[in-house]
């Protein structure tokens, strides 16, 4: 079946430090890929998305891009930001199905 | 254009009790998921339904646990004599269900708390 697997965490970093989240990916056929992020109390909100592969999803300066051949869609910034601190979920979904998600990864950036 | 409306946003139910969920998709949204997530971890999706139909059960437990999407009116989440172990954050979303991209809009959740 279809699964998504991510970095573990928690990931914490210092303000204005690059930010990569791993995420890899098992599925049939030609899933989309999306990144969410959960602030705390919150629901989960949609950062950024890719259909098809060498796609690259951008969103508040992150980014993601859907390498096919590594089955992966790491999320990364350049600099981040006190208020980027959250739990980020990796996602996937095939046509006609629902999300898959990864385990999500805590992100605290300390000022 | 109104988010995805779940209610309750906080509940709590003691042991043996009922615990009823409402999620009102948004306009235009025909299909909807409920997810589980447990203090500490990630989401565990539960059910996915159509209007009037279940499409995949496949991560709700045998017992204790039914959803339904009616025609009119709201998805049900229904949780029968909670235990403990039932307290968690249940969420919502809902999607148009139409194209390559399923791509899903959560609600705020509801927290379930069992005494």
């Known amino acids: 079946g279809d699964s998504v697997t991510q970095m573990e965490g928690p990931v914490t970093l210092s303000e204005e430090a690059f930010l990569t989240i791993n995420c890899t990916y098992t599925?049939?056929?030609?899933?989309?890929l999306f990144w969410y992020v959960q602030y705390p109390g919150e629901g989960l909100q949609l950062l950024l998305k890719?259909?098809?592969?060498?796609d690259k999803g951008s969103n508040k300066g992150f980014e993601a891009t859907y390498r096919k051949e590594t089955t992966s869609f790491h999320l990364e910034k350049g600099s981040v930001q006190v208020s980027d601190s959250a739990v980020y979920f990796c996602?996937?979904?095939?046509?006609?199905?629902?999300?898959?998600f990864g385990e999500g990864t805590q992100l605290t950036v300390n000022p | 254009n109104a988010g995805v409306m779940q209610n309750p946003r906080h509940l709590v139910r003691r042991r043996g009790q009922e615990a009823r969920l409402r999620c009102s998709p948004m306009?235009?949204?025909?299909?909807v998921y409920w997810y589980r997530q447990l203090p500490e971890e990630g989401l565990k999706f539960m059910v996915y339904?159509?209007?009037?139909?279940?499409?995949?059960e496949s991560g709700m437990p045998k017992e204790r646990f039914s959803a339904e999407f009616p025609k009119e009116g709201p998805s049900i989440l229904r949780i029968q004599q909670v235990v403990r172990g039932d307290s968690a954050a249940y969420f919502c979303?809902?999607?148009?269900?139409?194209?390559?991209?399923?791509?899903?809009?959560f609600g705020q959740g509801t927290r379930l708390t069992v005494v």
């Open positions: 339904l159509q209007k009037e139909n279940i499409i995949d």
């Open positions: 996602a996937l979904s095939r046509r006609g199905s629902r999300l898959t």
């Open positions: 306009k235009g949204h025909s299909h």
């Open positions: 890719a259909t098809k592969a060498d």
């Open positions: 599925a049939t056929g030609y899933p989309s």
């Open positions: 979303a809902s999607s148009p269900g139409t194209g390559a991209i399923t791509e899903a809009f």
